[in-house]
Every structure is written in C-alpha cells, then in structure tokens.
C-alpha cells in the first residue's frame, strides 16, 4: 500500500488493469528510441504497437524530414512498413503477450484478495509478483526475447544494464532478486514464455483420430443396439 492511499485507492490501483493497457494503447511515441533499436526488437516493436502508435512514429518522421504530412502519404508508410516488419504480432508473440497479461491479471487479483483480508504478508507478495509480470509485459513489448539453451535452461537480457540472466529450468534465476528468492522480471517473462508456447501445442496435442474412433465405435454400439432390439422383436 502507498503512503497516503485509503485501502479502497490501494484496490482500485490494484485492479486497474484496463488502466494500464489503455496508457500503453496512449504512450507517447519516442522516435529516437525506437529508430536507435536493434533491427530485431525494432520490428518486434513495431508489431507490437496498435495502429495509433505506429502511425505517430510515421507522423514524427515526416515532420522531421518534411515539415508536415498528408493522411495518404501516411497510409502509404503504414503499409509499406507493415509489408517489411509484420502487420501483427506473431502467433507466438500473441501467445506470450496473452499469456503475460494472465499471470499479471492474476497477481493483481490475489494481491486484491490479500489486502481485502488484511494480510500484509500475502499482499508483499503478490504486490511483487504483480510488478514483476509488469515490467516482463514492458519487456517483451519492447522487443526483449528469452532464448532457450539447450539444457532447457533459458537466456535473458537484462532491460537495464548490459548482462545476461539464466533462469533455470527450475525456474531459479542468477539476478539479485532472484538468489534472494524474490520475484523478479526474467521468471515472470520465462514462465509466460513457456505457457504461451504450451497454449499454442494445444492444437497439436488434440488428437483428432482417437476422438473419430471413439465417436465411430459409439455409433457402432448404438446401431447393433438398435439392431438388437428389431431382432428380439
Ligand atoms: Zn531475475
């Protein structure tokens, strides 16, 4: 809880999750940022962003080369760069994103219940989850990817500084918080990453010919019932 805050402004923050993905939806565009990015994670933002975005990166652009623009010449640039970049997210960023917006979505809820209940332990606790799964959706937003070794362990950049993590397949950490056993940003990322990517082999696991043998083998039953019947008739 922050100082000064009335337990209902703690919950209400703590739910506003429509909040944040509408300030996300809103952020101002920065440019240089964004053109002084790694090819990659430039076009992983690019994906990324709603239309809006991208047509005030476009916008910006213009006016700095141009002095002004039109609505055509704009449409032109979206498109074009859309053709380069992607238009959307990929099936897997979707995945993860969906899946980074869930486990977020439900550390607020159990920090909600935790406060409602009036425990300070449970409430620093998924506080902290909550914040971790936070600046994970910021990450991945702009363009940071975990990369998987091949012990099954996982690389991760760091947003901040020039390192690399490993999280574990454990799910342990090598960053401070994470020796401490504390929640941090490179888990929370890891482990969207992984159910995101487990949600997408739903599909594949379905297993479409078990499921016709069990509904012919049913259909069988069901006429030698039939039959039975007229035959004992
Ligand atoms: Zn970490």
């Not at 362990?153 to 993590?165: D, K, L």
Request: net charge negative; aromatic share 8%.
């Amino acid at each position: 809880m922050r100082r000064n805050e009335t337990k209902q402004q703690t919950l209400d923050r703590v739910l506003n999750v429509d909040g944040l993905r509408t300030m996300e939806r809103h952020a101002a565009i920065d440019l240089d940022w964004f053109l002084a990015l790694p090819s990659e994670r430039r076009q992983a933002v690019w994906r990324a962003w709603p239309e809006v975005a991208k047509r005030q990166a476009i916008i910006q652009q213009f006016i700095r080369k141009h002095g002004d623009w039109s609505e055509e010449r704009v449409e032109i640039a979206l498109a074009h760069w859309n053709n380069r970049w992607g238009a959307e997210l990929h099936t897997t960023e979707a995945a993860v994103l969906a899946a980074l917006d869930d486990g977020h979505d439900r550390a607020a809820n159990a920090e909600y219940q935790a406060i409602v209940r009036n425990d300070g332990e449970e409430v620093v606790y998924f506080a902290a989850e909550r914040a971790a799964y936070k600046r994970a959706r910021a990450m991945y937003r702009s363009g940071f990817r975990p990369t998987q070794q091949a012990d099954g362990s996982w690389s991760v950049p760091s947003a901040s500084a020039n390192v690399t993590y490993t999280v574990t397949r454990a799910g342990v950490c090598s960053c401070q918080a994470g020796q401490n056993e504390r929640h941090c940003t490179h888990v929370a990322l890891v482990s969207a990453t992984e159910t995101g990517l487990d949600n997408l082999n739903v599909f594949d696991e379905y297993d479409i010919d078990a499921e016709y043998a069990e509904a012919a083998a049913s259909i069988v039953r069901r006429l030698s019932a039939v039959r039975m019947h007229y035959q004992a008739a």
